[in-house]
């Protein structure tokens, strides 16, 4: 079964065992990419049978699934987030897939859950990610929210995916502060500026929009409103952290 899993972590002392257990019977080899952990991750890792490569990521989260390809023996690649966990099905599934010779790519159903629960609707809503494929072809671009991609014709799994997103409203608003840092980063360095606060504001009603509506994230209750909120607070922030960027080299310029 050649398999190699690849794992991003960053202090997943309480989630690498489990990540690594929920992939043991289609893995090979398990590949981890630590961004400089000062918990027990490493530690847990290597006794669980991973490989362990120490490298900071430095908010770069495409650079660093990219190493990890470099690092992968196998022909198939399985991505996996450390908060991330294999249904049983989806595990029999992908064992059956990387006997044979990769030719295919696959995406598996996504289920997002805050602090235990999950939501099906808005911000968090299940998605399709590209997750298994063969290592030749495969390639990673975003610097956050990344994109992998493959060579390969993609088809969909029927197992699903589970993802164990946040576990209290703190953890929530701390990433999604360096989420819209870094997006704002991204933005800026591909070139494109903000400097109207007018313009700001709309992208954020409609996001709140977008995700309350369209996304259907009024079926979620009262936790469904307040991700669509915390949505917008980060549309908002995200644009405004663009202006400040840009303001900041208009100033530049008239000096």
Known sequence: MPCSVLILTKNEESNICACIESCRLFATEFIV?????????????????????KKPMNGNFGAQQAFSITKANCN??????????????????IQ?????????????????????QPLKHGPLSPDWVLRLMPREGASVAGLVHQTFNSTAQKKRLSGEMLHFTYNSWEQYETKMQKYATLAAQKYFNEGRRETSVLV???RSGFAF?????????????RLGFLFCLGYTRYTFNKYRKLQFLTEHQNENLSN
């Not at 990419?33 to 490569?53: K, N, P, Q």
């Open 209 to 221: 929009l977008k995700m309350y509506l369209f996304k259907k994230g009024f079926l979620d209750g």
């Open 96 to 116: 059956y897939l990387v006997q044979e010779k990769p030719t295919n790519a696959y995406v598996v159903r996504r289920i997002n859950h805050f602090k235990g």
């Open 200 to 202: 700001t504001l709309c």
């Open 33 to 53: 990419i630590d961004d400089m952990s000062d918990d027990r991750t490493v530690e847990l890792a290597i006794a669980a049978g991973a490989h362990v490569f």
């Open 76 to 93: 198939w690649i399985f991505f996996i987030d450390a908060d991330e966990r294999c249904t049983p099905e989806l595990t029999k599934e």
